[in-house]
């Protein structure tokens, strides 16, 4: 029997993700770390047939839900995509994600395609139909401008979902950062407010008070204009880079994973020695009632900060 994920396989060249990134408005490297985060850059099996993942909680009616899915052993997952295929193959090809970017079969009209059969089988074709999915997809949902800007966190949250934001975010800019020999600046945008925000006052010759209001945003926004760059009101990669090249300045980068850890690592210790130095303090005291109802609230409050803490390092 010969399925639509079965094709010619052909793997993408350079000029498939330069035209990618000119469509998009990014740099190349942008491009591939995204792919080599969705499927370590993998767009076919061994065995030639296109990459997929079939999602039971996402067929209609759902087979089952998202926690029972979640934990599937691949084995059971791929035996219940077959039988459920034989039995609805359309509803099956939408409840899977395919190829590289993992573009899930219900995503086909804004991939381009009619049918999650038709992207399915063009997809099984060449990594380089995958690449033009992708840039369709990316450009429908209006994430030109977050990949454009380096904004992981922002992409995340559309592509991926909400769950693992900073972790897939970090992700990305380690992978980013191994492609391109270079850290991405820290994204900026309304509401933010802190030490990166000054310096991008500073830079713009806006108001200082570290709070990115609507005069800053204003500001942002006719730096843009005026130097031909996207007009969005978000300082990310390009713009940092013109304000560079204009002004003395460096913003802060964005973390990798390698550099969470070290943070909540680094946070953990100092809530340790905060809670020994608390407790050494709390035996010189007088066992008095009142002593020992502040000591222990004291202590339960260091006790669940640094359980937090612990938590957070282990995830």
Known sequence: MTYPWNGAAKLADATDFVRAAEAIGCD???IRAVWEKEAAGKPFRADASLERRFEPHKTTPP???????KILRKAERERLFAKYYAENPEDAMRATSWGA?????????KAGYPSAAQMVVSFAQSEGNQIGAFV?????????????AHDWRSFARVYNGNANVESYAADLERIYRRISG??????LKSGDKGAAVRRLQEALGATVDGSFGPDTEHALREFQRD?????????GQKTWEALARQVDVKPPAQPTQ???IATVTAQAGAGAAALGTVSASLRELPETATTLLVGGAVLAGLLALAA???RRARV
């Open 258 to 260: 390698s550099d969470l």
């Open 227 to 235: 130097n031909g760059l996207v007009v969005d009101g978000k300082a």
């Open 63 to 69: 087979l089952m839900t998202y926690s029972a899915s």
């Open 28 to 30: 190349v490297a942008e």
């Open 182 to 187: 270079a850290a991405s600046p820290q994204v």
């Open 308 to 310: 937090w803490l612990y």
């Open 136 to 148: 369709k997809l990316i450009l429908a949902w209006g994430l030109d401008s977050a990949l454009r």
């Open 101 to 109: 970017p993992k573009i899930m079969g219900f995503n086909y009209a």
